[in-house]
């Protein structure tokens, strides 16, 4: 199993910047892909970013160019920098971690709050 802690949510305003991260523990050599999806009141959990283990990176269209995804292999920690917040990236924001073959790893979420 893979276990997954986010830290480094809270409140900003907007224009201003966070950076979330993600440490993971557990059965890590196994992981391929790490995430970050976040999910709005009322609304369905959504996609960010993605990381895989090559380092190859993927952002939903509404982050692209304010939000890096990054990570540190020796660490087990996949970051998530968010620069020019909005209000309307206020959301719990849940780290992913995907291995071949098994069911999705969540971690328990960290909640970011944008004020106008």
Known sequence: QVQL??????LV???GSLR???AASGSIFS???MGW???APGKQRELVSTITSGGLTNYADSVKGRFTVSRDNAKNTVF????SLKPEDTAVYYCNAVRSLRPPSWG???????SS
């Open 5 to 10: 802690v986010e830290s480094g949510g809270g």
């Open 20 to 22: 979330l991260s993600c």
């Open 31 to 33: 992981i391929n892909r």
């Open 80 to 83: 998530l920098q968010m620069n």
């Open 37 to 39: 999806y976040r999910q």
């Open 13 to 15: 305003q907007a224009g």
């Open 108 to 114: 328990q979420g960290t909640q970011v709050t944008v």
